[in-house]
């Protein structure tokens, strides 16, 4: 690691990996070393550090971490082999007959998952509307949750959550909040310094910015607590950790991710405006738009932009909705979100009938392609529908 001062604004140190150089070469580049045994001396201590084992000991998916704990303001952060992973690792920390409450209309691959873990497990599982604070904020002050799950902003709906306010009751009722901000990276959020005590992330999505690696992350408030130190003694028994190979090329992602953010808020920002108002859309989700029901919370919480992720509302049935996608020439119909490619999605097609998703519903992530093309497909697409 570099001897300077320690790195602060952002676009520094993902641009500078945290101020690496590689001590064996010098390189600019981090080393990849994909070993996954290390060598001991002849008293049988590790030869390296405390290099002993790959499973949590690579020093590229440790600098990764490093680098993610810099961006977030966290003590520490622990890398996942997938999104799910780091969500089931830290809901695995609740025992039988503690009290979860989790925001409703989030990912429904997360909802789907808790809803079957909490039954399983016997764990109290209470769903609401966090977006409404004064509602949720009551609810928490009378159910005492053991943890607090919300999503910020929130994938499909877009919903935005105090988390500051959120957090002083959950403190208040001894309840641990957890706040997935996938949607918005630490770059535009960070919940930690809102109060949270944990942030979340699928660094598939934007904070590796191309379609190549799943990883996912936790980082955490307090490394010292009886929570962190759970989480990272589960890792490490249970493995669900990230290959070296992919934590070099996350990485490389992360190198790229306030400027990938910049332009993506841009031209997301751009487009909504471009729908708001426009004849053949019944309704645009997106913190921007002024009459959001987040704006004023958004613009506050992420100062530096409102993100790359909206969803909006084609007027007519699901067959107009599916019929716009069809006629989307560029932008992919696929799964995913915060590649540099913009990817659309019909969520009611994706998630089904028990999601309440509407059949009109779109929701896009905006790339990094110039903004005037992806207008000119989806007016395009518009036209022809």
């Known amino acids: 690691m570099s ?3 320690e790195l602060k604004n952002p676009a520094t140190i993902a641009a500078r990996a945290g101020g690496h150089v590689d001590a064996g070469s010098g390189g600019v580049v981090p080393a990849l070393q994909q070993s996954t045994t290390f060598v001991r001396d002849e008293n049988y201590e590790p030869l390296i550090g405390s290099n002993v084992y790959g499973r949590d000991q690579n020093d590229q ?6 680098v993610l704990t810099q961006l977030e303001g966290a003590q520490d952060s622990l890398l996942f082999a997938s999104g799910m992973a780091a969500l089931s690792t830290l809901f695995g920390s609740l025992k039988r007959g503690q009290k979860l409450i989790i925001q409703s209309g989030i990912y429904w691959g997360t909802t789907a998952w808790v809803r079957e873990f ?7 599982l209470i769903e609401a509307d966090s977006s409404e604070t004064d509602v949720f904020t009551d609810l928490l002050k009378s159910e005492k949750p053991d943890l607090i799950f919300i999503e910020v902003p929130s994938n499909p709906w877009i919903l935005t959550s105090d988390i500051e306010a959120i957090s002083n009751i959950a403190k208040s009722a001894g309840a641990l909040l957890a706040v997935d901000a996938t949607a918005a990276t630490p770059v535009l959020m960070q919940p930690i310094s809102l109060g949270a005590d944990i942030v979340m992330h699928s660094a598939t999505k934007a904070i590796n910015g191309h379609s190549d690696v799943i990883a996912g992350v936790l980082s955490c408030a307090d490394a010292s607590s009886d929570l962190w130190l759970f989480l990272k003694r589960e890792r490490h028994g249970a493995g669900a950790i990230l290959s070296p190979h992919s934590a070099w090329m996350l990485l490389r992602g ?4 306030p400027l990938r953010m910049k332009r993506m808020c841009a031209n997301a920002m751009a487009i909504a405006q471009f729908l708001d ?9 997106y913190p921007g738009i002024d009459h959001h029901q987040g704006h004023a919370l958004a613009t506050d919480q992420m100062p530096k932009g409102y993100g790359y992720l909206m969803s909006f509302l084609i007027k007519g049935s699901r067959e107009e909705a599916l019929n716009f996608c069809k006629h989307l020439e560029g932008i992919h119909r696929a799964t995913s979100l915060g590649g540099v490619e913009s990817l659309v999605e019909h969520r009611h097609t994706i ?3 028990m999601t309440g998703c509407p059949e009109n519903l779109i929701r896009l992530s905006v790339g990094i392609e110039d903004v005037a093309d992806l207008i000119g497909e989806i007016d395009l697409a518009l036209s022809r529908i």
């Open 118 to 124: 909490c039954n399983h497990r016997e764990i109290i």
């Open 254 to 257: 992360m190198r790229t991710l």
């Open 61 to 66: 998916v440790r600098l990764a971490e490093h």
């Open 351 to 353: 998630e089904g009938e």
């Open 3 to 5: 001897k300077n001062k």
């Open 277 to 285: 108002g426009h004849e053949k859309i019944e309704a645009v989700w």
